[in-house]
């Protein structure tokens, strides 16, 4: 599995990265939003972990673009923007799942292995056997 983490705080990014890969991921890292838009467009992901407050493009002008061009993968939101309208924005934009800073890396791995298991189920509902 591919994850790409959006997250302009290189000390989070350091630590979710390295746990991710200790648990079998690929984890690209992108520190901004134009280029984690630029690498959600051209490249494939199984999920994005995205921040919210990031340089250049915010979170939510991601989610938008990612959806207004049918990008279907999933996303987590992972940002320190707590408010029930911050999180309520975030989901309406298109997130699968929203994460408040400060979080537990076991509670964020939980998250993820359960959006990316909801991906499998309706991938599997999707497939057609004939003559099985």
């Known amino acids: 599995m591919k994850i790409l983490l959006v997250e ?3 000390s989070i990014s350091r630590f979710i990265a390295k746990g991710l890969k200790e648990k079998g991921y690929v984890v690209d890292v992108s520190p901004d939003g134009e280029e984690g838009l630029q690498l959600i467009l051209n ?3 199984d999920l994005v972990v995205l921040d919210i407050l990031l340089p250049g493009l915010n979170g ?3 989610l938008k673009t990612m ?3 049918k ?3 999933p996303v987590i939101c992972l940002t320190a923007k707590g408010e029930q309208e911050d999180i309520v924005q975030g989901l ?3 997130a699968d799942d929203y994460l408040v800073k400060p979080f537990s890396f076991a509670e964020l791995q939980a998250r993820i292995a ?3 298991r909801r991906g499998q189920k309706d ?3 999707t497939r057609l056997a004939i003559g099985t």
């Open 114 to 116: 359960a959006v990316l």
């Open 43 to 45: 490249q494939s992901y």
């Open 123 to 125: 991938a599997d509902m």
């Open 8 to 10: 302009d705080d290189r």
């Open 60 to 62: 939510y002008e991601i």
């Open 71 to 73: 990008v279907g993968t």
């Open 67 to 69: 959806r207004d061009r």
């Open 92 to 94: 309406e934009l298109g």
